[in-house]
């Protein structure tokens, strides 16, 4: 299987949450309170470095029909992917702002809790920059239908500044 490119993206470079946050706004991006909620609970890294992201479908996995979250995640480390850092989501947003793509990318990650109780998963629509979060049944026994698009991190390229 020959991976999509999806974009390179720096985690690491804010020394809390909070600072994240004040990032989210600061470009712009609105979110729900639900999504809100779970934006608060993530940590960020404590290394700067840089990440490729990649998107794949559950059928280039080889899913011919909806597979379960922990399947797919599964199969992906066949394929040298790993699901991504909690603060991907938002760091797509405040740095690729120029991504465009048609319809919703879920990004593969440890589901988290919003503030309904509900885990979740951090749903991007670069098609409308107004409504980029969206919250999905995150349990990792959700269902994907082969033609969901997730994004994976791909490996570490390299320590950012070394």
Do not use: H, W
Not at 11 to 35: H, P, Q
Request: glycine share 8%; hydrophobic share 45%.
């Amino acid at each position: 299987m020959e991976l999509r490119r999806f974009t390179d993206i720096i985690v690491g470079n804010y020394e809390i949450t909070e600072e994240l946050l004040e990032a989210v706004k600061a470009a712009g991006i609105k979110a729900s309170r639900c999504v809100e909620s779970m934006l608060q609970k993530i940590e960020v890294e404590k290394t700067e470095r840089e990440i490729s992201l990649v998107i794949v479908t559950p059928e280039e996995l080889g899913f011919k029909d909806a597979a379960l979250m922990v399947d797919i995640i599964k199969k992906a480390k066949e394929f040298g992917l790993e699901k991504c850092v909690p603060e991907v989501a938002a760091q797509i947003m405040i740095q690729g702002g120029d991504i465009i793509f048609e319809g919703d990318v879920i990004v593969a990650a440890d589901a988290i809790q919003d503030s309904d109780g509900d885990l979740g998963l951090f749903v991007l629509n670069c098609g409308e920059i107004d409504s980029v979060y969206g919250v999905n049944d995150g349990e990792m026994n959700y269902d994907m239908c082969s033609d969901d698009v997730l994004v994976f991190m791909q490996s570490v390229l390299q320590k950012v500044g070394v």
